[in-house]
């Protein structure tokens, strides 16, 4: 997936760009799964160059949260546009995972 690229594998560290939206959240999921079952870690996205996402996405991040939380790792998100860090924060979404 192009919009998904892998930066490190232990931690994992992952860029997100482009955009993220209904049409690719379960392949975004599925890239996400494949790097962290191969590596189990806590979890960086990297956002500089993410320029939309909607809800389906924003459920997606969630879902990833609770997959790493389950074997005790976080997740951090990183670099996102004032813009999408809104969306986060009106869907309260800051409190239960970190975005820096």
Not at 12 to 30: C, H, P, Q, R, T
Not at 36 to 58: H, K, M, Q, R
């Amino acid at each position: 997936m192009k919009e998904v690229t892998l930066l490190s594998q232990s931690p994992l560290v992952i860029a997100l760009s482009k955009e993220l939206d209904s049409a690719n959240a379960d392949e975004f999921y599925g890239a996400v799964r494949a790097y962290y079952n191969a590596s189990p870690s806590d979890i960086t996205f990297v956002c500089d160059e993410l320029v939309f996402i909607d809800s389906t996405a924003l459920g997606t991040f969630v879902k990833i949260l609770k997959m790493v939380k389950t074997d005790g790792h976080a997740l951090k998100i990183t670099g996102l546009s004032e813009r999408i860090k809104k969306l986060f924060v009106i869907c309260a979404l800051d409190r239960i995972m970190e975005i820096a």
